[in-house]
């Protein structure tokens, strides 16, 4: 009974026509019975958008492909009070998947990939964000967002997170967790995010954390970086900061100015104490990769 329900669902919902027009693919109506929201969206090629939305629906979905462009899966389930929404996209053919796999590698003046997928969200639900990226770009604006989690996995993509007017996260962050293998992340404002723990793993791309707005809450940040390139913007003086780093001889380890080694694989600022309170505390791991400290 339940598969013929998301059957009918979808099929109402794809109505794109042939000329690539854009139109609402998917939609998830506000529920009474829900009072907050885990959307789990992976995406195996083009470039997909995340943005507040002013209208009731938790979730609108829209782009400019046609329904024989692409395939999906879709589910919506109510569950413990939570809506529970799943949607894989995959828009190309294997054809399509391995000519973008050579661009990103020998590079070329053809556009890898033109289609895309934007994803609005309501302003006043909570939301737990489970994003999955294969190829293509994706770009998160959460500003005024209720973001309670964040998980963001990309594999090849270059991915983007915001908070392009300035308005905090509405809700505390339990975890900000981002991982990047062959593409690449940038995470501005990050505090804004209102998240006191921030998990990064960096395999062979690259990341780029902006904490260089002085900070809502105490950030922990843990990270991992392979043979890849972790870049972290540090705030203005007044905000302690600390560094402990596990390093080996293969890897390239480059501080800022402000930071001080203060024991042994261990540095902070002239503002951190022990009893630093809001302050900014990085344990991180390098193994043949390089961690970049900067000074916006």
Not at 35 to 52: D, H, M, Q, W, Y
Not at 77 to 103: A, F, P
Not at 208 to 236: C, E, N, Q
């Amino acid at each position: 009974m339940w598969r013929t329900v998301v059957l009918i669902f979808v099929g109402k919902l794809c109505v794109v026509d042939s000329i690539g027009q854009v139109r609402k693919q998917f939609t998830v109506d506000r529920n009474e019975a829900c009072n907050k929201v885990e959307l789990s969206l992976k995406a195996k090629t083009g470039n997909c958008f995340i943005r507040p939305s002013q209208t009731s629906e938790v979730l609108n979905i829209y782009s400019n492909q046609s329904i024989e462009e692409y395939s999906h899966t879709f589910s919506n389930e109510v569950k413990d009070k939570t809506c529970m929404v799943k949607l894989e996209l995959d828009c190309e053919s294997q054809r399509g998947i391995g000519r973008n796999i050579s661009y990103r590698v020998f590079g070329g003046n053809e556009r890898p990939n033109d289609k895309f997928w934007k994803v609005y969200l309501a302003e006043n639900m909570p939301y737990s964000l489970d994003l999955d990226y294969g190829l293509g770009n994706a770009n998160l604006d959460l500003a005024g967002l209720s973001v309670s989690k964040l998980k963001i996995n990309t594999g090849s993509a270059d991915v983007k997170v915001s908070y392009s007017t300035g308005e905090m996260n509405k809700v505390d962050m339990d975890t900000f967790f981002i991982k990047v293998d062959m593409g690449s992340l940038t995470a501005r404002q990050l505090n804004l995010t209102r998240s006191k723990l921030v998990l990064a793993d960096v395999g062979f791309g690259n990341m780029l954390l902006d904490f260089s707005d002085k900070p809502s809450v105490s950030h922990r940040i843990k990270g991992s970086v392979g043979a890849g390139t972790l870049i972290v913007y540090l705030p203005a003086k007044e905000v302690p900061v600390i560094v402990h780093v596990t390093d080996s001889w293969l890897c390239s380890l480059s501080l800022s100015r402000s930071l001080k080694k203060i024991n042994s694989n261990t540095f902070a600022n002239a503002a951190y104490t022990k009893d630093s309170k809001d302050a900014l505390t990085f344990d991180l791991d390098v193994s043949m990769g390089k961690i970049i400290f900067k000074e916006h």
